[in-house]
């Protein structure tokens, strides 16, 4: 029984540090709020960070800056496609040219004008 109750015990202190139910938890919470951040962000970087309040809004604001930086290199990829398919045009069923086919025919000597339109 000793065993049980010690794994219970173990067991609803590990809850408890997953759920925001307490008065004190909540003002954590509304603190983060007041600073501008989501309820779902705020709530999910509390229960990472051990309620602490803290470490939760530097865990919002390194994630944020991931997330922005992973758009920049998604447009930037974008806009560097845009440039090549400008530069180099389409293939004469309308299909955009293949970049690692032109750089094959670009290594083998020709120029890219050339393959770009060879392909």
């Known amino acids: 029984i000793h065993d049980a109750r010690s794994l219970l015990t173990k067991a609803e202190s590990l809850r408890s540090s997953l759920v925001l139910t307490s008065d004190e938890d909540n003002a954590r919470l ?3 709020l007041r600073m501008g951040f989501g309820r779902q962000e705020a709530r999910a970087a509390l229960l ?4 602490d309040v803290s470490r939760a809004a530097t865990r919002i604001l390194a994630r944020r800056e991931l997330e922005e930086a992973a758009a920049a290199a998604r447009q930037a990829e974008v806009e560097q496609r845009r440039q090549v398919d400008d530069l180099v045009g389409r293939c004469e ?3 955009k040219v293949s970049l690692p086919r032109l750089a094959q025919l670009e290594e083998m000597g020709y120029d890219r004008p050339v393959a770009a339109e060879a392909l």
């Open 93 to 95: 069923d309308g299909k």
């Open 48 to 51: 990472s960070c051990d309620k």
């Open 30 to 32: 509304s603190e983060l």
